[in-house]
């Protein structure tokens, strides 16, 4: 008797479980960000709509099925899709992610001596090879050692 109520709760809720851990999946991939590579989406998404899915069947066999092909079909082709289209460009790391980023000055710069830039609201040593006043918008252009090369906003970026 026992064995038939627990296949008649599975039969009516699995489903709604599948949705709920589904939905908590993507809500925890939001809260973290994109970092984890949006599998907490894809699987949240794949449990969603196998729940959603199996609702008129009343089985939980269908349910289990459904969401077990549609994860292996993700993992085997649809992963190495999203992950190749995600980092398709170069990753930049550290100082050379700055590169092309917009700052301000806050100590003017000469061609004879260092000033220093905010950038992405970060203080940072900067050389230029033009005088560059406090106060004005400058652009990365490069990077030597730990001191960012910047020019003026709107200036010629060679």
């Known amino acids: 008797m026992e064995g038939s109520t627990t296949l008649v709760f599975l039969d009516s809720w699995l489903w709604s479980i599948f949705v709920v851990v589904g939905l908590l999946m993507i809500l925890t991939e939001l809260i973290v960000g994109v970092e984890t590579g949006l599998g907490l989406v894809i699987v949240g998404s794949i449990l969603v709509l196998s729940g959603l899915v199996t609702i008129p069947f009343h089985s939980w066999v269908v349910t289990a099925v459904s969401a077990s092909v549609l994860c292996v079909v993700y ?11 995600r980092w398709k460009g170069e990753i930049r790391t550290g100082a050379d992610a700055l590169i092309g980023e917009s700052g301000i000055m806050t100590h003017p710069i000469t061609k004879i001596t260092d000033g220093s830039v905010k950038v992405r609201n970060q203080e ?9 006043n406090e106060g004005e918008e400058i652009v990365v252009v490069g990077i ?12 010629d970026m060679k």
């Open 124 to 132: 940072w040593r900067a050389g230029a090879e033009e005088d560059i």
């Open 75 to 85: 993992f085997f082709f649809g992963r190495r899709f999203i992950h190749l289209r």
């Open 144 to 155: 030597r050692g730990t001191t960012l090369i910047v020019k003026k906003e709107g200036g």
